[in-house]
């Protein structure tokens, strides 16, 4: 099987089918290394000019729905296209890698089988894209929107305040809102937590009556 093809069949299973090729094109004319990795809390993508290998790298959690692996790939293959335009010089997201990643962007904003929903997000993010789609309050709610339904899972800004949820093995208190996290205070030991607006969490039985 030819690398391209191998590529392919590799996205196919992870981006839109419509946009396979964007991503492939890509990836065939860069010199990365790519590789899909298990969810990482703290991050959906990263870019690391250098590997053991001595190439750039870029990593995207597999666990994404597909739409959001698409956006997150180009968010990492701008970082890209900015390192190799100007290396270690500018800041990491600033106005360089905005001009790179809306570029990209703007790829797949004209392509018609886009949704509605996401190109208008879209739209919205070129005029200023962020460091992370989880700080673009407005793009994150809408790529959520395509993940897998899973049980009474909520968004966490969705319950009412003061609350109880839980999240992975620990129960919470919903608290106050700041910014794009919501002091949470956690059940057994009273600690406050900072947790993102549009966490997954499930309500606990009392919540739910």
């Not at 692996?69 to 701008?78: D, N």
């Amino acid at each position: 099987m030819s690398q391209i093809l191998r590529y392919r069949e590799v996205f196919g299973k992870y981006v839109p089918e419509p946009f396979v090729e964007v991503v492939v094109e890509l990836l065939i004319r860069s010199n990365v290394q790519f590789k899909i990795v298990k969810n990482r809390a703290s991050k959906l993508g990263d870019f690391r000019p250098y590997n053991p290998r001595g190439k750039p790298q870029i990593t995207v959690n597999g666990n994404l729905n597909p739409y959001a692996f698409l956006i997150t790939t180009l968010h990492e293959f701008a970082h890209w296209k900015t390192f190799e335009e100007f290396g270690r010089s500018v800041a990491p997201h600033g106005s360089e890698w905005k001009a790179a990643f809306s570029k990209l962007l703007e790829k797949i904003i004209k392509h018609p089988e886009l949704p509605d929903s996401l190109k208008i997000a879209l739209n919205k993010s070129l005029k200023n894209p962020k460091a992370s789609s989880c700080s673009d309050l407005s793009l994150n709610r809408v790529l959520a929107s395509y993940d897998k339904k899973n049980g009474s899972e909520i968004i966490l800004e969705n319950l009412p305040k003061n609350a109880t949820f839980a999240l992975g093995n620990r129960l919470f208190i919903k608290g106050n809102k700041r910014r794009t996290r919501i002091e949470c205070k956690e059940w057994s030991t009273g600690k406050t937590y900072l947790v993102h607006v549009l966490a997954k969490v499930l309500p606990t039985i009392q919540d739910e009556k």
